[in-house]
């Protein structure tokens, strides 16, 4: 499956952003689905996650109650993001897995998903 994330850009402390992710080439239903994100000179950070069927969410610790993953019946997903911060600065990417029905903890790992977007910039200003 290829994916394709959008809705990136420049934004005020406080305020909100809608990434979505657009897949193609899979029966994306099917998959598990993720975003994680990497800020300039810091490690990979999970962000959220989404199994398929029951849609169980998962979230990192640093977003939770501020984020919300979600995903259509198609082939879309979307992650937002409310109360933003400046420490939200970095490059977002979203993530599938066709192993959807993994253990929950799995989800939180970047070597779970084996496709990956090319990423947007959500920059947070001061």
């Known amino acids: 499956v290829q994916l394709q994330a959008s809705g990136g850009g420049l934004v005020q402390a406080g305020g909100s952003l809608r990434l979505s992710c657009a897949a193609s080439?899979?029966?994306?239903?099917?998959?598990?689905l993720g975003w994680f994100r990497q800020a300039l000179g810091k490690e990979r950070e999970f962000v959220a996650a989404?199994?398929?069927?029951?849609?169980?969410t998962f979230y990192g610790d640093s977003v939770k109650g501020r984020f919300t993953i979600s995903r259509d019946n198609a082939k879309n997903g979307y992650l937002r993001m409310n109360s933003l911060k400046p420490e939200d600065t970095a490059v977002y990417y979203c993530?599938?897995?066709?192993?959807?029905?993994?253990?929950?903890?799995?989800?939180?790992?970047?070597?779970?998903?084996?496709?990956w977007g090319q990423g947007t910039q959500v920059t947070v200003s001061s």
């Open positions: 080439g899979g029966t994306f239903s099917n998959y598990g």
């Open positions: 989404m199994r398929p069927g029951d849609r169980n």
């Open positions: 993530v599938a897995t066709a192993m959807g029905n993994t253990i929950s903890s799995a989800y939180r790992h970047a070597s779970t998903y084996p496709f």
